[in-house]
């Protein structure tokens, strides 16, 4: 139990000294029917294109990185193993893949931020699960991109943070907390379709 607690407080520690680093705004809500539900659009740059950087897949042992899924619609949820509510959301992405009869373009990829959880440890926990998309152990500069471009958030597993890439690369937040899969269907679905 201490171990969780001493977990949780480096989280928030990591998140509050990223979140003092950042100088990006964050950009107003908006989807891609212009309806303003559940994103921010935000484009990668240059100076933090995370989308190059290698992970690991913890199952098959396989480097990957954003730019191999161009062209699909990725699903990116940060996550932890200890966190309750990323188990809960992983099974609604779950759910979500196979309400969409698991389309091909679309990719979901879930990234293990605690820094002291490793790859063999998370390969256990995904095949416990029988989860079947890509899990990876965030390296840190993936962690330091993602907090640094989006939000110190994406560091805080229990809130259940995730980012769409478009077909086109661009990125977009979907709301903080838990997600149905009913509420990630409705969000997913308008980027499949273009």
Request: aromatic share 8%.
């Amino acid at each position: 139990m201490k171990t969780h607690k001493i977990r949780s407080l480096a989280l928030v520690l990591i998140g509050m000294i990223l979140l003092a680093g950042c100088a990006g705004q964050i950009l107003p809500a908006q989807s891609p029917s212009g309806s303003g539900e559940a994103s921010q659009d935000v484009k990668p740059t240059l100076d933090l294109d995370w989308f190059a950087m290698d992970l690991t897949d913890a199952v098959s042992g396989e480097t990957f990185n954003m730019n191999d899924f161009a062209g699909k619609v990725v699903l990116v949820e940060t996550m932890a193993m200890w966190c309750p509510n990323c188990l809960v959301q992983a099974n609604e992405v779950r759910k979500m893949h196979e309400a969409l009869g698991n389309p091909e373009d679309l990719v979901s990829v879930s990234l293990d931020v605690d820094t002291n959880e490793d790859s063999a440890t998370l390969k256990k926990y995904v095949e416990d699960y029988g989860f079947d998309w890509r899990f990876a152990v965030a390296p840190l500069l993936v962690a330091r991109a993602l907090g640094n471009r989006y939000s110190a958030e994406y560091l805080n597993p229990p809130i259940s943070p995730m980012l769409l890439i478009d077909r086109d690369g661009e990125v977009h937040q979907l709301d903080y907390g838990f997600k149905s899969a009913e509420t990630l269907q409705e969000f997913v679905e308008p980027f499949l379709r273009k």
